[in-house]
């Protein structure tokens, strides 16, 4: 089994690092690059940076947020929120991003993930999947999009499946009922993307104790864990969560 990644969470607005419930409620959580180095010296694998409102303000990723965290740490970076293009995905990545996420985009234009595979790599391309459950749907769990203010009328297992066909190398699934509730991880949504696929599944959205990372592994299948607020607000540290799947038997980096 590969090691288990740790991903700190960067969402952002107006750029000052925020953190909502359920993707609304949103309340400062402090500076983004004194955060990104700080969870580089705690020893975080890779680092997320999502532009929350870049789509719902229909504008572009801000470069500034991402050239002035990248160029002060060695992590892998992920970066999405208002990417729509091929130039986008140019621009993102010449910022100093290691990796673009796409959301609402891919859904409206799925060829996109095609060309963005094609011209960079499976490796530099995740696709981030917001959920909400649907009872309607066959897997049971619907794609939102619009920074999770419209349905998308998609099934999110179906989706998931059609993102790892035309190229993604990673996917993202985000569940809004779990989003910033400390009450773990939404496992049966997890689980149901990560089975469906055999590319790495991030886990997010909801994490708030130790367990719920082991859980996030074991029964979410998810290969890297991605969390905010319980490292924002100084609740858990990475160390602590490293130290804890090792102790479970589960392979981390240190």
Not at 35 to 46: L, R, S, T
Not at 62 to 85: D, F, M
Not at 218 to 243: P, T, Y
Request: aromatic share 6%; charged share 25%; hydrophobic share 45%.
């Amino acid at each position: 089994m590969e090691p288990i990644k740790i991903m700190p969470c960067l969402d952002m607005k107006e750029g000052r690092v925020v953190k909502g419930v359920h993707f609304v409620d949103l309340r400062d959580a402090g500076d983004p690059v004194e955060h990104a180095v700080f969870y580089q010296q705690e020893g975080a694998d890779e680092l997320a940076m999502l532009d929350i409102a870049a789509t719902l303000e229909n504008r572009k990723t801000r470069l500034e947020w991402v050239k002035n965290v990248s160029s002060r740490i060695t992590l892998p970076l992920t970066v999405g929120g208002g990417i729509a293009s091929l130039e986008d995905i140019e621009l993102v990545l010449a910022a100093g991003a290691a990796r673009v996420s796409l959301n609402s985009a891919a859904v409206k234009d799925p060829g996109l993930i095609d060309r963005a595979a094609k011209a960079y790599g499976p490796e530099r391309l995740t696709i981030a999947i917001d959920g909400k459950r649907n009872p309607a749907m066959p897997s049971g769990f619907e794609v939102v999009v619009a920074g999770g203010t419209r349905p998308a009328g998609l099934d999110a297992v179906a989706w998931a499946r059609e993102c790892e066909a035309r190229g993604a190398g990673t996917l993202l699934p985000t569940s809004m009922d779990g989003d910033g509730t400390r009450q773990g991880y939404d496992l049966p949504f997890t689980r149901a993307i990560a089975e469906a696929v055999s590319v790495p599944v991030i886990a997010s959205g909801g994490a708030g104790s130790l367990e719920h990372f082991h859980e996030a592994v074991v029964e979410g299948r998810a290969r890297i864990l991605l969390a905010a607020s319980v490292f924002h607000f100084r609740l858990l540290s990475i160390r602590q969560v490293k130290e804890y799947l090792h102790s479970r038997g589960l392979p981390v980096i240190f």
